[in-house]
Protein backbone atom coordinates (compact mmCIF):
# COMPACT_ATOMS: atom_id res chain seq x y z
CA UNK A 1 0.00 0.00 0.00
CA UNK A 2 1.63 3.16 -1.02
CA UNK A 3 1.12 5.91 1.72
CA UNK A 4 2.70 9.00 -0.06
CA UNK A 5 0.49 12.18 -0.13
CA UNK A 6 -1.52 12.56 -3.31
CA UNK A 7 -0.16 15.62 -5.32
CA UNK A 8 -2.60 18.37 -6.02
CA UNK A 9 -4.59 18.44 -9.21
CA UNK A 10 -2.42 21.61 -11.57
CA UNK A 11 -4.73 23.92 -13.17
CA UNK A 12 -3.76 26.94 -15.42
CA UNK A 13 -6.45 27.92 -17.65
CA UNK A 14 -9.79 28.64 -16.83
CA UNK A 15 -11.32 25.40 -18.88
CA UNK A 16 -9.21 23.52 -16.87
CA UNK A 17 -10.10 25.30 -13.28
CA UNK A 18 -14.04 24.48 -14.65
CA UNK A 19 -13.43 21.12 -14.59
CA UNK A 20 -11.58 20.65 -11.35
CA UNK A 21 -14.06 22.90 -9.86
CA UNK A 22 -17.19 20.83 -11.28
CA UNK A 23 -15.28 17.35 -9.79
CA UNK A 24 -15.63 18.83 -5.82
CA UNK A 25 -17.97 17.45 -4.20
CA UNK A 26 -19.23 18.71 -0.87
CA UNK A 27 -18.09 21.88 0.61
CA UNK A 28 -15.22 23.56 -1.26
CA UNK A 29 -12.72 26.16 0.63
CA UNK A 30 -10.23 28.62 -1.07
CA UNK A 31 -6.94 29.77 -0.16
CA UNK A 32 -5.30 32.57 -2.05
CA UNK A 33 -1.78 33.30 -2.06
CA UNK A 34 0.76 35.16 -3.86
CA UNK A 35 3.59 31.41 -3.77
CA UNK A 36 6.57 31.72 -2.01
CA UNK A 37 4.57 29.13 0.65
CA UNK A 38 5.75 29.24 4.30
CA UNK A 39 4.17 27.76 7.87
CA UNK A 40 1.74 30.51 7.52
CA UNK A 41 0.14 29.43 4.51
CA UNK A 42 -0.15 25.76 5.75
CA UNK A 43 -1.94 27.05 8.53
CA UNK A 44 -4.25 28.62 6.46
CA UNK A 45 -5.02 25.01 4.36
CA UNK A 46 -4.52 22.92 7.54
CA UNK A 47 -7.57 25.08 8.74
CA UNK A 48 -9.67 25.20 5.79
CA UNK A 49 -9.43 21.19 5.64
CA UNK A 50 -10.28 20.89 9.10
CA UNK A 51 -13.83 23.08 7.80
CA UNK A 52 -14.52 22.29 4.10
CA UNK A 53 -14.36 18.81 2.44
CA UNK A 54 -11.61 20.12 -0.33
CA UNK A 55 -9.36 23.22 -0.58
CA UNK A 56 -8.61 25.30 -3.74
CA UNK A 57 -5.05 26.92 -3.99
CA UNK A 58 -4.79 30.10 -5.71
CA UNK A 59 -1.01 30.93 -6.57
CA UNK A 60 -0.96 34.29 -8.30
CA UNK A 61 1.58 36.86 -8.63
CA UNK A 62 -1.09 39.56 -8.83
CA UNK A 63 0.66 42.98 -10.47
CA UNK A 64 -2.63 44.60 -10.32
CA UNK A 65 -1.80 44.83 -6.43
CA UNK A 66 2.08 46.30 -6.72
CA UNK A 67 3.19 49.48 -6.93
CA UNK A 68 5.98 50.72 -9.63
CA UNK A 69 8.70 51.03 -7.30
CA UNK A 70 7.60 47.66 -5.23
CA UNK A 71 9.24 44.25 -5.42
CA UNK A 72 7.37 42.75 -7.75
CA UNK A 73 10.11 41.91 -10.40
CA UNK A 74 12.38 40.34 -7.57
CA UNK A 75 9.21 38.97 -5.73
CA UNK A 76 10.58 35.15 -5.00
CA UNK A 77 9.00 32.50 -7.13
CA UNK A 78 9.34 29.47 -5.58
CA UNK A 79 6.56 27.31 -7.56
CA UNK A 80 8.11 23.53 -7.14
CA UNK A 81 8.49 24.02 -3.49
CA UNK A 82 4.97 25.38 -3.26
CA UNK A 83 3.62 22.69 -4.69
CA UNK A 84 5.75 20.24 -1.90
CA UNK A 85 4.16 22.01 0.74
CA UNK A 86 0.45 21.93 -0.81
CA UNK A 87 0.76 17.75 -1.37
CA UNK A 88 2.02 17.65 2.15
CA UNK A 89 -1.13 19.63 3.47
CA UNK A 90 -3.42 17.72 1.33
CA UNK A 91 -4.31 20.38 -1.04
CA UNK A 92 -7.31 19.48 -3.72
CA UNK A 93 -7.01 21.59 -6.44
CA UNK A 94 -4.16 24.60 -7.24
CA UNK A 95 -5.12 26.95 -9.65
CA UNK A 96 -2.20 29.06 -10.79
CA UNK A 97 -3.02 31.15 -13.87
CA UNK A 98 -0.61 33.94 -15.68
CA UNK A 99 -1.91 37.13 -15.69
CA UNK A 100 -2.93 36.78 -19.44
CA UNK A 101 -5.56 34.01 -17.71
CA UNK A 102 -6.51 36.11 -14.84
CA UNK A 103 -6.64 39.54 -16.92
CA UNK A 104 -7.64 38.45 -20.56
CA UNK A 105 -8.04 42.25 -21.90
CA UNK A 106 -5.04 43.13 -19.87
CA UNK A 107 -5.28 45.86 -17.28
CA UNK A 108 -8.98 46.04 -16.26
CA UNK A 109 -11.02 49.03 -17.13
CA UNK A 110 -13.02 48.41 -13.96
CA UNK A 111 -11.81 47.39 -10.42
CA UNK A 112 -13.17 46.91 -7.20
CA UNK A 113 -12.89 49.99 -5.07
CA UNK A 114 -11.56 49.86 -1.41
CA UNK A 115 -12.91 53.18 -0.93
CA UNK A 116 -11.89 55.07 2.01
CA UNK A 117 -10.80 52.05 4.15
CA UNK A 118 -8.22 51.04 2.07
CA UNK A 119 -6.23 54.60 1.89
CA UNK A 120 -5.47 54.60 5.54
CA UNK A 121 -2.52 52.61 7.04
CA UNK A 122 -0.86 50.67 4.40
CA UNK A 123 -3.15 52.57 1.53
CA UNK A 124 -1.35 55.54 2.48
CA UNK A 125 2.11 54.08 1.38
CA UNK A 126 0.94 52.07 -0.82
CA UNK A 127 -1.56 53.75 -3.35
CA UNK A 128 -4.06 51.37 -5.31
CA UNK A 129 -2.66 48.69 -3.08
CA UNK A 130 -5.95 47.28 -1.79
CA UNK A 131 -8.19 48.37 -5.13
CA UNK A 132 -5.66 45.66 -6.79
CA UNK A 133 -6.27 43.28 -3.92
CA UNK A 134 -10.05 43.25 -3.88
CA UNK A 135 -9.98 43.15 -8.24
CA UNK A 136 -8.11 40.23 -7.96
CA UNK A 137 -9.99 38.19 -4.77
CA UNK A 138 -13.36 38.88 -6.71
CA UNK A 139 -12.39 37.83 -9.51
CA UNK A 140 -10.70 34.41 -8.15
CA UNK A 141 -14.33 34.16 -5.52
CA UNK A 142 -16.65 34.27 -9.02
CA UNK A 143 -14.14 31.83 -10.40
CA UNK A 144 -13.96 29.21 -7.84
CA UNK A 145 -17.06 29.64 -5.90
CA UNK A 146 -15.82 28.55 -2.53
CA UNK A 147 -17.93 28.05 0.32
CA UNK A 148 -15.26 29.36 2.17
CA UNK A 149 -11.81 31.57 1.86
CA UNK A 150 -9.45 31.80 4.03
CA UNK A 151 -6.93 34.60 4.96
CA UNK A 152 -4.54 35.27 8.05
CA UNK A 153 -5.00 37.76 10.40
CA UNK A 154 -0.87 39.50 9.46
CA UNK A 155 -2.64 41.10 6.91
CA UNK A 156 -5.22 42.88 9.39
CA UNK A 157 -6.13 45.53 7.09
CA UNK A 158 -6.47 43.38 3.96
CA UNK A 159 -8.58 40.62 5.66
CA UNK A 160 -10.63 43.59 7.01
CA UNK A 161 -11.12 44.93 3.35
CA UNK A 162 -12.03 41.35 2.06
CA UNK A 163 -14.66 41.11 4.64
CA UNK A 164 -16.20 44.75 3.51
CA UNK A 165 -16.19 43.80 0.26
CA UNK A 166 -18.08 40.24 0.84
CA UNK A 167 -20.76 41.45 2.62
CA UNK A 168 -21.31 44.94 0.87
CA UNK A 169 -21.27 43.31 -2.31
CA UNK A 170 -23.15 40.08 -1.40
CA UNK A 171 -20.80 37.55 -2.33
CA UNK A 172 -22.65 34.85 -0.54
CA UNK A 173 -19.05 32.91 1.12
CA UNK A 174 -17.88 33.05 4.85
CA UNK A 175 -14.34 35.00 5.37
CA UNK A 176 -12.18 33.01 7.82
CA UNK A 177 -9.42 34.50 9.78
CA UNK A 178 -6.87 32.58 10.75
CA UNK A 179 -4.09 33.69 13.17
CA UNK A 180 -0.73 34.75 12.36
CA UNK A 181 2.03 32.25 12.31
CA UNK A 182 5.20 33.50 13.94
CA UNK A 183 9.12 31.91 14.18
CA UNK A 184 10.26 30.77 17.13
CA UNK A 185 11.45 34.29 18.36
CA UNK A 186 8.67 35.75 17.42
CA UNK A 187 8.68 37.14 14.12
CA UNK A 188 5.83 36.84 12.03
CA UNK A 189 5.99 34.59 9.01
CA UNK A 190 5.98 36.15 5.84
CA UNK A 191 7.12 35.85 2.10
CA UNK A 192 9.32 38.91 2.33
CA UNK A 193 11.68 37.34 5.34
CA UNK A 194 13.65 36.21 2.46
CA UNK A 195 14.77 39.60 1.60
CA UNK A 196 16.20 40.22 5.57
CA UNK A 197 20.17 39.53 5.78
CA UNK A 198 20.97 37.95 9.35
CA UNK A 199 21.13 41.53 10.69
CA UNK A 200 18.26 42.65 9.48
CA UNK A 201 16.91 39.51 10.83
CA UNK A 202 17.82 40.50 13.97
CA UNK A 203 16.72 44.08 13.93
CA UNK A 204 13.13 42.74 12.84
CA UNK A 205 12.49 41.58 16.03
CA UNK A 206 11.71 44.91 17.56
CA UNK A 207 8.68 44.81 15.83
CA UNK A 208 6.95 41.34 17.33
CA UNK A 209 8.80 42.52 20.39
CA UNK A 210 7.27 47.05 20.45
CA UNK A 211 3.59 44.65 19.86
CA UNK A 212 4.11 42.52 22.83
CA UNK A 213 5.32 45.88 25.18
CA UNK A 214 2.05 47.44 23.93
CA UNK A 215 -0.01 44.63 24.38
CA UNK A 216 1.54 43.82 27.92
CA UNK A 217 -0.02 47.41 28.48
CA UNK A 218 -3.76 47.11 27.60
CA UNK A 219 -4.72 47.22 30.88
CA UNK A 220 -3.89 50.69 31.64
CA UNK A 221 -5.35 51.82 28.54
CA UNK A 222 -4.71 53.19 25.11
CA UNK A 223 -1.90 56.27 25.50
CA UNK A 224 -0.01 53.42 28.20
CA UNK A 225 -0.11 51.02 25.20
CA UNK A 226 0.80 53.19 22.47
CA UNK A 227 3.95 54.39 24.76
CA UNK A 228 4.78 51.26 25.53
CA UNK A 229 5.23 49.86 21.74
CA UNK A 230 6.74 53.36 20.68
CA UNK A 231 9.68 52.86 23.37
CA UNK A 232 10.85 49.85 22.41
CA UNK A 233 10.43 50.74 18.69
CA UNK A 234 12.80 53.95 18.85
CA UNK A 235 15.85 52.33 20.54
CA UNK A 236 16.35 50.05 17.51
CA UNK A 237 17.79 52.90 14.43
CA UNK A 238 18.02 50.36 12.30
CA UNK A 239 14.15 50.14 11.79
CA UNK A 240 12.19 52.80 9.74
CA UNK A 241 8.92 53.14 11.10
CA UNK A 242 6.43 53.88 9.15
CA UNK A 243 3.74 53.82 11.35
CA UNK A 244 2.53 52.55 14.47
CA UNK A 245 -1.21 52.64 15.24
CA UNK A 246 -3.56 51.77 18.01
CA UNK A 247 -6.99 51.42 16.17
CA UNK A 248 -10.81 50.20 15.88
CA UNK A 249 -10.41 46.72 14.38
CA UNK A 250 -13.46 47.79 11.64
CA UNK A 251 -13.07 51.31 11.14
CA UNK A 252 -9.45 51.82 11.55
CA UNK A 253 -9.80 54.90 13.42
CA UNK A 254 -7.28 55.57 16.00
CA UNK A 255 -8.84 54.44 19.97
CA UNK A 256 -9.26 57.78 21.90
CA UNK A 257 -8.26 57.17 25.46
CA UNK A 258 -12.05 56.00 27.25
CA UNK A 259 -11.85 53.31 24.81
CA UNK A 260 -12.36 49.97 25.93
CA UNK A 261 -12.80 46.90 24.48
CA UNK A 262 -10.80 45.16 21.13
CA UNK A 263 -8.43 47.08 18.96
CA UNK A 264 -5.54 46.76 16.75
CA UNK A 265 -2.15 47.37 17.74
CA UNK A 266 -0.46 47.60 14.00
CA UNK A 267 2.93 48.52 12.83
CA UNK A 268 4.63 48.98 9.18
CA UNK A 269 8.71 49.86 8.80
CA UNK A 270 11.17 49.65 6.56
CA UNK A 271 14.17 47.31 7.74
CA UNK A 272 17.13 47.41 5.36
CA UNK A 273 15.31 47.09 2.26
CA UNK A 274 12.19 45.17 3.14
CA UNK A 275 8.84 46.37 4.04
CA UNK A 276 7.49 44.48 7.10
CA UNK A 277 4.15 44.94 9.02
CA UNK A 278 2.71 43.01 12.08
CA UNK A 279 -0.24 43.30 14.00
CA UNK A 280 -1.54 42.32 17.49
CA UNK A 281 -5.73 42.43 18.47
CA UNK A 282 -5.33 43.87 21.93
CA UNK A 283 -8.24 44.31 24.42
CA UNK A 284 -8.25 48.02 26.19
CA UNK A 285 -8.92 48.20 29.86
CA UNK A 286 -9.32 43.94 30.31
CA UNK A 287 -6.75 42.37 33.12
CA UNK A 288 -3.69 40.60 31.42
CA UNK A 289 -5.44 37.17 31.68
CA UNK A 290 -8.48 38.33 29.57
CA UNK A 291 -5.98 40.50 27.29
CA UNK A 292 -4.20 37.54 26.42
CA UNK A 293 -7.31 35.20 25.48
CA UNK A 294 -8.52 38.01 22.75
O1 LIG B 1 -2.24 38.06 0.75
C1 LIG B 1 -1.89 37.77 -0.42
O2 LIG B 1 -1.05 36.90 -0.64
C2 LIG B 1 -2.52 38.51 -1.58
O3 LIG B 1 -2.77 39.84 -1.27
C3 LIG B 1 -3.78 37.83 -2.12
C4 LIG B 1 -4.90 37.83 -1.08
C5 LIG B 1 -3.47 36.40 -2.53
C6 LIG B 1 -4.31 38.57 -3.35
O4 LIG B 1 -3.37 38.59 -4.38
Redesign the pocket.
Known amino acids: MNDSPRPPVVVRTRPELEAARAALTGTVAVV???GALHDGHASLVRQARQEADHVVM?I?L?PL?FGRNEDLAKYPRTFDADLGLCTAEGVDVVFAPGPDVVYPDGDPGVRVSAGRLGDLLEGKSRPGHFD??LT??AK?LHLIRPDRAY??QK?AQ?LLL?RRMVRDLDFGCEVVAVPTVRESDGLAMS?RNTYLTPLDREVALVLPTALGAGESHAPEGASAVRRAARDVLVREPLCLVDYLVLVHPMTLEDVPEWYRGEALLAVAARVGTTRLIDNVLVNIGADGEQARSV
Do not use: H, K
Open positions: MTMTFNQGVVVLFGDQIS
